[in-house]
């Protein structure tokens, strides 16, 4: 596709429950990063991939948030016992390389409600 | 983390100018983005400021003073699809990921 794909596009769920959320980065980009952004705020950093290793999980709240790229392309992640402050919208951005100027582009978002 | 403020909303009246300030405090600077975000889609690169000085493209410009740890997106002519948030993003040496301000939402008035 041209730009980066997410889905679901939304998702309802309820306290305590297992989701998943996938992201189809702009092909040949090696580069895919996680945000999650609350309701006037800015993107969160989560998790960046190079290739199909997480290189920084820094951003990770908590052991129930887990992500992985098994090809190096797409990406899901996962959320285990899900808490309504989790809701957010959940960004995937992709960029070409790692270098200094590489600019991250970014995907509609998914956006998550926990009842 | 990275600090970085920006104002909370701006108003302005079509075909009018409006700036933006971004200012932010980090140690190893290397580079600034400026993104716009519409309602409920996703943040869109408008542009990025490594070095000091004015970067131009169409109707829009940014500046970047690292001394100063000041950087600010000028829209001209605005139109009225230029309502949106406008993100300040700044990365760091060795480091990939973009440290986010919570933006500016910019209403353009007719």
């Known amino acids: 596709g041209a730009g980066v794909s997410q889905t679901p596009s939304n998702k309802v769920t309820e306290k305590g429950k297992y989701v998943e959320l996938r992201c189809d980065p702009i092909?040949?980009?090696?580069?895919l990063y996680w945000y999650r952004q609350s309701l006037g705020q800015g993107p969160e950093f989560l998790i960046y991939?190079?290739?199909?290793?997480?290189?920084?999980d820094s951003g990770l709240p908590n052991d129930r948030f887990f992500a992985v790229r098994p090809e190096g392309s797409v990406s899901t992640l996962k959320i285990q016992r899900t808490e309504r402050g989790d809701s957010a919208v959940y960004l995937c951005?992709?960029?070409?390389?790692?270098?200094?100027?590489?600019?991250?582009?970014f995907g509609p978002g998914t956006r998550l409600l926990v009842l | 983390g990275q600090n970085i403020d920006q104002p909370t909303e701006m108003t302005a009246t079509e075909g009018a100018i409006v700036q933006i300030n971004c200012t932010y405090q980090?140690?190893?600077?290397?580079?600034l983005f400026w993104y716009q975000q519409h309602a409920g889609e996703a943040p869109t690169f408008l542009s990025y400021?490594?070095?000091?000085g004015l970067e131009e493209k169409g109707r829009f410009s940014s500046f970047l003073s690292r001394s100063k740890g000041y950087s600010y997106l000028l829209l001209k002519e605005l139109q009225m699809k230029d309502s949106a948030s406008y993100l300040c993003?700044?990365?760091?040496?060795?480091?990939?990921?973009?440290?986010f301000g919570a933006g500016t939402t910019v209403t353009v008035r007719a």
């Open positions: 951005a992709s960029s070409p390389g790692t270098s200094g100027k590489e600019t991250q582009y």
């Open positions: 092909s040949g980009h090696t580069a």
């Open positions: 991939f190079q290739g199909t290793g997480a290189a920084d």
């Open positions: 980090t140690s190893g600077f290397n580079g």
């Open positions: 400021n490594v070095l000091d």
């Open positions: 993003a700044v990365r760091v040496y060795n480091d990939y990921k973009l440290s």
